[in-house]
């Protein structure tokens, strides 16, 4: 058996977060909020903050709509 003390901990450890949960706490980064279980290291996709919207979300309400016309 090659699997060592920490690997066995590991799965240990995420078959506990698959039966109890994970415990997860707000993690704080540079312009990014998301959420990590202490106990296995899952980690979400989280939030971007402080940052502006990127172009595709704002054309759902552009200020100025462009037409072009091929003459
Ligand atoms: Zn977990």
Same mark, same amino acid.
């Given at each position: 058996m090659t699997a060592s &003390?920490? @690997?066995v901990r590991d799965i240990l450890q995420r078959s506990i977060c698959a039966v109890v949960g994970?415990?997860? &706490?707000l993690q704080f980064e540079h312009h990014r909020l998301s959420l990590r279980c202490v106990a296995c290291g899952h980690e979400t996709t989280g939030w971007t903050i402080g940052e502006p919207p990127s172009r595709s979300a @704002?054309?759902?309400s552009p200020s100025r709509i462009e037409t072009s016309h091929a003459a």
């Open positions: &003390l920490d @690997t994970h415990q997860t &706490l @704002t054309s759902a």
